[in-house]
C-alpha cells in the first residue's frame, strides 16, 4: 500500500529552523489532505497542520502552531512540507506525516522524523 517517508528531522537550536519532508509513495492511496502530527517524549501524538492535497491548497493549523509552523506541498513530487521554528528549548519531539484520503483523520501514517532541540 501506500508509503509516507519523512525526511528532515535533525539537530536544530532555539530559534532555528528545519523543513520536514514527507514523501507519498507506492500503492493507489489518493488523500484528500495531507498533514502532520507532533509527539513529545511521553506524550501522545498532537495534530500541527493540514493541507489540501487534491481539490485545493487550503491550510489548517492547530492553535498552538500558528506562527511555529508552515506547511506546504508540491503535488508534481509528491511530497509535503513542513516549515519550522524552534523558538523553545524543550521542543524535541517527533514529526509523523499523514494521508487523510476520506476526511475522517489520518489513515496512512509513515514512521516519523526527529527533531532534537538543544541549546
Known amino acids: 500500500q501506500v508509503q509516507l517517508v519523512e525526511a528532515g528531522g535533525g539537530l536544530v537550536q532555539p530559534g532555528g529552523s528545519l523543513r520536514l519532508s514527507c514523501v507519498i509513495s507506492g500503492g493507489t492511496f489518493s488523500a484528500h489532505d495531507m498533514g502532520w502530527y507532533r509527539q513529545a517524549p511521553g506524550s501522545g501524538r498532537a495534530f500541527v497542520a493540514a493541507?489540501?492535497?487534491?481539490?485545493?491548497?487550503?491550510?489548517y493549523y492547530a492553535d498552538s502552531a500558528k506562527g511555529r509552523f508552515t506547511i506546504a506541498k508540491d503535488n508534481a513530487k509528491n511530497t509535503v512540507y513542513l516549515h519550522m521554528k524552534s523558538r523553545r528549548p524543550k521542543a524535541t519531539a517527533s514529526y509523523y506525516c499523514y494521508a487523510d484520503s476520506t476526511l475522517g483523520g489520518p489513515e496512512e501514517w509513515g514512521q516519523g522524523t526527529q527533531v532534537t532541540v538543544y541549546s
Open positions: 493541507i489540501n492535497w487534491s481539490g485545493g491548497s487550503t491550510t
